[in-house]
């Protein structure tokens, strides 16, 4: 599953995930948010998508201030609504819009949790998206944690359907950051639902060298530079052992 | 824990008991770690480990392979030995080389494998490996004991019992990495094979497979330096010869990074203590068991000598409070109700390194009433945010289960005294003074505590008098920072046991503490504390060897029961007898 051209690593989701977690906080992810935004990614990777690009794509350094939802969204999806038959699979009654640009790994987890509470009484709509296969990946993560399937429909584009196991039909590759994407799920039953296992996946994922070290400098802005008086105070018999 | 019989049992003791740092540090070594539970499961599934490779010089340089079948897989350690010069031997994570270099490998490998192997395994973090390769790792002489059982031996002499008895390993492992980690297998390629799924397996595999090849490498060198005179090390010393594993830092973020898995590990602990708590009597069987365990448990207190102070204090007293429990526990003793109960509340006014081993202790003797709950110990499921969920109901939930936590005053410099990082020195796990060290910026999130009490204080002063009905989903999106300890406070509600009760940024909290803790779930004794931030321990010390794991099975004899010779299960708390 080669996300590119070239030379490529060899990598396994877990892996994946934990470099991910990292690079999303490098990126400036507060640490709740950059575990969510690994995992979708991660989730992508596996499956054949550009998962690490759209790590890359994401962040809330260049994201703009954080979108505001009209106050009557909290009425909508509060358990003590009766607008709603979630239990039925009823038609989606309420609607958030936001039209400031959308950050997929700072506001995503978020905004997917907002559309995943209502479990089917809320439609969402985004005007822009920085990352928005990023934001697939997290409805995909939010499927399986909530027993959900979601609909995503990008810009005039098809609705895909997504549960914890893939989309269909595919998105494509590239997904504009200016096309709209409307989010909207409702509850599935343990029978209907083809659940992915609960559990990391095996298969080997590949990720191009140029993306591989993008991931990793991000990465490296968690690590703290090292002294001499750092590392003789690290943990350990001193810098030889010879017990 | 649905699928066990319905054993009786008393009240589990309280996580706010369990969970505290100083009784962690305080574990002992059970028989559902997971080195027990490995060894007793090769045992029972016949295993034999054979030796197809083996190309050691005549100073102990070269390659090697281990392979054994396992659950009808077969599993093969890839060892090097390499030369290393003084000047660069270190345990620790900034170390560059090592005395000798492993992979567990998925099946046997081939030449090519092998090749590939040695290029790569003494490279270790700096190298990619396959996932074909399950485990990778690294152990350095002890260079004491090494070079003095080679003398020994070669001149046909048995190494000095008082110098095994102290060190008690021939090489230590500085790092065990599984799961994804370089190239190397995510633990899911294996975890669902028979007799597999159990936490650690596979690294706990791969250590005793090390172990035998340390046992091996000794004899070799001296065979080859004094053909004529050399011996063999002798049974004894072998089975008490164990693996060393220097510890530090690198452990610890594990307790906070898997808290469903932590979860099930200390519930499953405390269900089996509540089980033999409840046992209304004690056969005569467990009774002598546990009186034969009693007395080595005191010869092995004795044997445990550590130069930290603060350690060699708590074994002093532990020494005097296990040799007066076992004045008062009698012959009477046992024949009243619920014998292993009353010793469980004898030991609670004393230390907590006695309450511990008397846990330890009263698990010992009942394999069937405790040892099915070990399938109990692994997760499949992780961590999830429940978003709508009120705020009144998570801001209740914090102050039920977090009040430890919402007590403490972060503003008190001693609160927040420490940090957590990862050093881009080789991404060495380290422990820096906030009020003294760069880099608390970027702290590793180990400061739980500090987290969900700042949850707790923005969900106290929301702007708006009714937003305690707001599903959490909404707050989150104003304030994406607390998603993190939102997702811990709900996760402990429906796991009591994932939680250390402790500020682990504070200036009194012990790392040795945890790591301790981890390290008794693994099955290690002897701890050995170097510092606050590391120890050295002994895994394996005493346990059966290649030769005398699966023989019984593999021979038909019968399984139930113990038989003639050597108890593959008796190994808790080794000592080192008188020959």
Not at chain 2, 276 to 282: C, D, G, I, K, W
């Amino acid at each position: 599953m080669a996300a590119g051209a070239g030379a490529s690593v060899k990598t396994s989701h877990r892996e994946l995930y934990a470099l991910l977690v990292k690079t999303g906080r490098g990126l400036g992810l507060p640490i709740g948010d950059a575990q969510d935004a690994a995992r979708a990614a991660a989730w992508l990777s596996l499956r054949g998508y550009a998962g690490v690009e759209a790590m890359l794509a994401t962040g809330p350094a260049s994201a703009p201030a954080r979108p505001r939802i009209d106050d009557s969204v909290a009425d909508v999806v509060g358990p003590a609504d009766g607008r709603s038959d979630p239990a039925s699979g009823s038609v989606p009654i309420g609607t958030a819009e936001v039209v400031e640009m959308v950050s997929a790994g700072g506001h995503g987890p978020g905004l997917v949790d907002l559309v995943a509470a209502g479990r089917g009484s809320l439609v969402l709509r985004l005007s822009a998206v920085d990352s928005p296969l990023l934001l697939f990946g997290l409805c995909a993560s939010a499927a399986t944690d909530h027993r959900l399937r979601f609909e995503l429909t990008v810009g005039s584009g098809p609705a895909h359907a997504l549960d914890g196991f893939d989309c269909r039909p595919r998105p494509p590759r590239l997904l504009p950051q200016s096309s709209p994407l409307t989010i909207s799920c409702r509850p599935v039953d343990a029978e209907q639902l083809e659940a992915e296992p609960r559990r990391w996946p095996t298969e080997e994922i590949s990720v191009d060298d140029d993306t591989w070290s993008a991931a990793n400098e991000l990465a490296a802005r968690t690590y703290v530079p090292s002294d001499e008086r750092s590392r003789m105070k690290g943990a350990g018999a001193g810098l030889t052992d010879n017990d | 824990m649905s699928g066990e019989l319905a054993w009786p049992q008393v009240g589990l003791r309280s996580p706010d008991e369990v969970m505290q740092l100083d009784r962690m540090g305080a574990f002992f070594p059970t028989r559902l770690s997971f080195m027990r539970s490995l060894i007793r499961d090769l045992d029972a599934d016949g295993c034999q480990v054979t030796r197809p490779v083996w190309e050691i010089d005549d100073d102990g340089y070269g390659r090697a392979v281990y392979a054994v079948d396992f659950g009808g897989h077969t599993y093969s350690l890839v060892a090097f030995s390499t030369p290393l010069a003084p000047e660069d031997r270190t345990d620790r994570v900034i170390a560059q080389a090592w005395d000798s270099s492993y992979v567990l490998f998925d099946g046997v490998p081939g030449p090519a494998e092998i090749d590939r192997l040695a290029d790569a395994a003494p490279r270790q973090e700096a190298a990619r490996f396959e996932p074909v390769d399950l485990i990778l790792s690294r152990a350095n002489r002890s260079v004491r004991l090494f070079d003095h059982v080679i003398e020994q031996l070669a001149l046909g002499h048995q190494p000095d019992p008082d110098m095994i008895r102290s060190i008690g390993y021939l090489m230590r492992t500085t790092a065990v990495y599984a799961n994804g980690k370089f190239g190397i297998a995510d633990r899911n390629r294996y975890a669902d094979r028979p007799l597999m799924d159990h936490p650690f397996r596979a690294e706990m595999l791969t250590v005793w497979l090390i172990r035998g090849f340390t046992m091996d490498l000794v004899e070799h060198i001296a065979a080859r330096r004094s053909p004529a005179a050399a011996v063999t090390l002798e049974r004894r010393l072998r089975r008490y010869l164990g693996i060393g594993n220097a510890t530090g830092l690198g452990m610890a973020p594990f307790l906070i990074s898997h808290p469903i898995l932590i979860n099930n590990w200390m519930l499953v602990r405390e269900t089996a203590l509540a089980r033999v708590r409840a046992l209304p009597a004690a056969d005569p069987g467990s009774r002598q068991r546990f009186r034969q365990l009693a007395a080595r448990v005191g010869l092995h207190l004795d044997q445990w000598q550590v130069e930290d102070e603060r350690q060699a204090s708590r074994i002093d007293v532990l020494r005097r409070e296990w040799a007066d429990l076992q004045e008062l526990i009698g012959d009477r003793w046992w024949d009243e109700p619920r014998p292993w109960d009353r010793l469980v509340e004898l030991s609670q006014d004393r230390s907590l390194e006695c309450q511990e081993l008397v846990v330890a202790a009263v698990l010992e003797p009942h394999p069937d009433v405790v040892d099915g709950l070990t399938s109990c110990m692994t997760s499949g499921v992780e961590p999830t945010l429940a978003p709508a969920m009120t705020l009144d109901e998570l801001r209740r939930l914090i102050e039920a289960q977090w009040d430890w936590a919402i007590a403490l005053d972060f503003d008190d410099p001693s609160e927040a005294a420490r940090f957590w990082y990862v050093s881009e020195d080789n991404l060495e796990p380290r422990l820096g003074n906030r009020h003294l060290d760069d880099g608390a910026e970027l702290e590793e999130p180990l400061d739980v505590a500090r987290r969900v009490k700042a949850l707790h204080q923005d969900l106290l002063h929301r702007p708006r008098p009714t937003a305690g009905s707001e599903p959490l989903a909404t707050f989150l999106l104003a304030k994406p920072h607390h998603r993190y300890a939102a997702r811990r406070v709900q996760t402990l509600a429906d796991h009591p046991y994932s939680e250390i009760r402790a500020n682990l940024i504070g200036e009194r909290c012990l790392p040795i503490d945890m790591l301790r803790a981890k390290l008794s779930l693994f099955g290690a004794a002897k701890f050995d504390p170097k510092s606050d931030l590391w120890t050295r321990v002994a895994l394996y010390q005493g346990a059966p060897l290649a030769d005398e794991v699966g023989a019984a099975a593999r021979s038909g004899a019968d399984s139930g029961g113990r038989r003639p010779g050597f108890d593959c299960d008796d190994w808790w708390l080794p000592v080192l007898e008188p020959r």
